[in-house]
């Protein structure tokens, strides 16, 4: 139908994604809706506006124009209710608005564990904009927030650091896990990470849980609490980084069937005609191969908003996202996997590890210990090509060809140090051992 009405709920980059490309195929009418900001900016680059590289206007990729020009409205306002029935969107000041078919994108909000004082001020996620403008005015600088006790050692937690550190605030860090992110990173990746967070003068706390936060007498957070030992840290700014979660409260009540997330098919349709859901607020009733049920990060929200535009188009395809891949950064050092490797070879796997000797740079490859057949690769502080991975993946290389090619995949600007052959006579050494 070409004249229906198309609402979005969510102006990040899934439901951006999906609106730009129901634009290229159709001239259906969209909207899309969201409270958090006017116009769809990049959430990434939230930690560069506080570190003062850009202005909040910076992260926006499309100029305001944009949306006229390709026919988007945008409404700005707080949805606090779905009625699937009547296909009616509610807002918190009580206008409404009928849609034909309705994405949901509402994205993440960050988890909070009922620790008590969570909801004290100066206490704060740092996921939507309003996060940063509260964690701009809690942590102005050094005089104002002497401390600021980061609880949760994920990729926000290590970014909410460096941003603290950018303006010389220093940082008390508590991390669940005997090291850093190990549920996720093999050891060897773990405790470099480790040694470069003390390295930035960072106070990393492992195996140290949060217990409390503690109040002044005007409501602002005054110190924590340390399960473990009772260790009070007064602090001006407590930032809870202990992952994310679909940030779907709003349909708890509505015929919309939600498990963590708002639950999908391979289609990424719900179980009600006409409403989908797509990026960090979908869940799949299974995950698809090794992935999560829940993904989130910012390429497969774009991958789902292209995918489920192609569907809402009258060209009816399932989401199926390849192989997986990521980056991040911690501090001064890059990160990007490509493929699986897990924190621990799993049967039948085996894991080959390499780093150098100035502890900034390290690669991990996984492999199937029988066939040989390259599983994927962790790289630290180098730089590889995405195209190259997918390609070795999809053609089912072993590993002994991705390691003797490695240098096909490096991506570092010219003039930076190559460590290939290092990598490959390490490589060869271990082989040589394990024969031996
Ligand atoms: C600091 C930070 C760094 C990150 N770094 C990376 C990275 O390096 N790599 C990576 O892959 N991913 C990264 N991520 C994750 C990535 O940003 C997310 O996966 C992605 O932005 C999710 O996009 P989305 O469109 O699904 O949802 P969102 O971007 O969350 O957009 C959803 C929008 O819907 C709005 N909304 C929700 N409910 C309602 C309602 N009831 N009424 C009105 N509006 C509503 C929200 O306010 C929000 O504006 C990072 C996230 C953060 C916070």
Not at 74 to 100: M, P
Not at 163 to 173: G, Q
Not at 186 to 210: C, K, V, Y
Not at 414 to 433: L, R, T, W, Y
Request: charged share 25%; aromatic share 12%.
């Amino acid at each position: 139908m070409e004249n229906e009405h198309i609402v979005i709920l969510g102006n990040g980059i899934s439901g951006v994604s999906v609106a730009r490309h129901i634009r290229k195929l159709s001239d259906k009418k969209i909207t899309i809706v969201s409270g958090e900001s006017d116009y769809f900016f990049s959430r990434t680059a939230l930690m560069y506006v506080y570190m003062g590289h850009m202005k909040f206007e910076h992260t926006q990729p499309y100029e305001a124009y944009f949306w006229k020009k390709n026919r988007i409205e945008l409404k700005k306002g707080w949805v606090s209710e779905v009625q699937t029935a009547q296909k009616v969107l509610i807002f918190e000041d009580g206008t409404t608005l009928k849609y034909d078919r309705l994405v949901i994108a509402t994205g993440s909000k960050p988890n909070k564990f009922g620790w008590p004082g969570q909801d004290l001020k100066g206490v704060t996620g740092m996921y939507h904009k309003q996060e940063l403008e509260a964690i701009e005015a809690y942590a102005p600088n050094n005089q104002i927030c002497k401390r600021a006790v980061i609880v949760g050692g994920g990729l926000i937690g290590i970014e909410l650091a460096e941003m603290m550190s950018s303006r010389k605030i220093p940082v008390t860090f508590l991390v669940r896990e005997s090291s850093f992110w190990n549920g996720v990173l093999p050891a060897g990746e773990s405790e470099m990470i480790n040694r470069h967070i003390f390295n930035h003068h960072i106070d990393l706390r492992l195996n140290t849980n949060l217990k409390e936060i503690t109040s002044d007498e005007n409501g602002r957070v005054k110190s924590v609490i340390l399960q473990e030992t009772g260790e009070e840290i007064p602090c001006g700014l407590v930032g809870l980084t202990a992952g994310v979660s679909p940030n779907i409260d709003v349909f708890k009540d509505s015929e919309i069937e939600t498990k963590r997330g708002v639950l999908v098919n391979r289609f990424l349709e719900t179980n009600i005609e006409s409403v989908y859901a797509i990026g960090d607020c979908a869940e799949q009733h299974e995950g698809i191969g090794e992935r999560r049920p829940i993904e989130a990060v910012w390429y497969t929200g774009r991958m789902m908003g292209e995918t489920l535009a192609q569907t809402i188009c009258d060209n009816r395809i399932a989401y199926k996202p390849g192989h997986w891949f990521n980056s991040a950064k911690f501090f001064d050092i890059e990160y990007q996997t490509y493929g699986w490797v897990f924190s621990k070879p799993r049967e039948g796997e085996a894991h080959f590890h390499w780093k150098h000797a100035d502890d900034t740079k390290c690669v991990t490859v996984c492999y199937d210990s029988s066939s040989r057949r390259f599983l994927g690769i962790n790289t630290f502080g180098i730089r590889m090509r995405h195209q190259v991975f997918d390609t070795w993946l999809n053609e089912r290389r072993d590993v002994d060809y991705v390691i003797e090619n490695l240098c096909d995949a490096n991506f570092d600007p010219e003039f930076f140090k190559h460590f290939e052959s290092d990598i490959i006579s390490a490589f060869k050494n271990e082989a040589q051992v394990e024969a031996a």
